[in-house]
């Protein structure tokens, strides 16, 4: 998990690849678990974006992978959207403790996620 500041306040981060040749299954087996969890669900033809309140996970699809970045704008709503994430996923493959291991993001890229995230997060009055 990394921590950073963005305009904000403090968002916290993580990101996890699933190595499988059965990205678009696990994808959709993902979306239909948590349903009922999200606020919205927008859906591309290779990035599915589910909105929670104050936290959203990317779930990027490639040939042999899932990538997924998870952001939160408190600690208890990260823990909370990266356990369910992680029940989802352990329901669909095999040996969840060895292909889904969470990681900091890559330092190059945090503030143009930082300036993103400005654009995603709506301040409660």
């Known amino acids: ?5 963005s305009l904000l306040g403090v968002i916290h981060v993580a990101e996890a690849s699933i190595i499988d040749d059965r ?3 696990i994808a959709a087996h993902i979306r239909t678990r948590l349903h009922d969890y999200c606020l919205s669900i927008r859906e591309t033809q290779s990035e599915m974006r589910l909105t929670f309140d104050h936290a959203h996970a990317i779930m990027t699809r490639a040939d042999d992978s899932l990538n997924i970045r998870l952001e939160a704008r408190d600690l208890a709503m990260f823990c909370g959207v990266k356990m369910i994430l992680q029940l989802a996923i352990s329901s669909v493959i095999s040996r969840p403790q060895e292909a889904l291991v969470w990681r900091a993001p890559a330092l ?3 503030y143009e996620r930082s300036r993103r995230q400005t654009e995603n997060f709506v301040e409660e009055p």
């Open 1 to 5: 998990m990394q921590i950073h500041q």
């Open 23 to 25: 990205s678009e299954q």
């Open 108 to 110: 190059l890229d945090l």
